[in-house]
């Protein structure tokens, strides 16, 4: 039996559809610190992390990692008492150890809140470690932040990324 072009494109289609209704329920039961988002260009994404037994108790870590040359940045959002804004922070290389407030200063190359957007656009607080995650974060001014920060430039990152990250995946 010959079947036409136009016929496996359908076919194609309702597959992937398929397949992606299939892998939606996975994404939205993700608990906030093992979600990942890219944005929309895809030239950066979020990878969020289970943070360490010894981490503060309201705090998330993630990695920021940019596709054009797997530069990677460290953040983390501290989240105090109930209503309080979370607060993003994002470094590029950062000294270990003790570091001095100018140090950690130099590294950093954004920090601000931290807003969740839900599936009907509603902007509220990011979900604290173990509650769901959110389908969309975003981080106000952070494109201008990384143009102007140390991994900006020749060696480091050229493609300056949106603001607003969709959830992508979710780690096992």
């Known amino acids: 039996m010959r079947v036409s072009g136009g016929f496996r494109n359908a076919a194609a289609c309702v597959a992937a559809a398929k397949l992606a209704l299939a ?3 996975a994404v939205a039961a993700c608990p906030q610190e093992l979600a990942v988002y890219a944005e929309r260009e895809r030239s950066a994404s979020l990878d969020f992390r289970p943070a360490p037994p010894t981490a503060a108790m309201h705090s998330v870590e993630f990695k920021v990692v940019f596709a054009q040359n797997g530069v990677m940045l460290d953040g983390l959002v501290l989240q105090s008492e109930e209503g309080d804004r979370p607060v993003g922070l994002i470094m590029h290389q950062c000294p270990e150890g003790d570091v001095t407030g100018a140090e950690l200063a130099a590294c950093t190359v954004w920090q601000g809140p931290v807003y969740a957007i839900d599936a009907e656009g509603k902007v509220g607080l990011m979900p604290k ?6 389908q969309q974060l975003l981080l106000p001014d952070f494109g201008p932040a990384v143009r102007h920060s ?4 020749p060696d480091g990152v050229s493609i300056v990324p949106w603001d607003v990250f969709e959830i992508s995946g979710c780690q096992e």
């Open 23 to 25: 892998a939606a329920p």
């Open 129 to 134: 470690r173990g509650e769901a995650a959110a």
């Open 150 to 153: 140390t991994a900006y430039g």
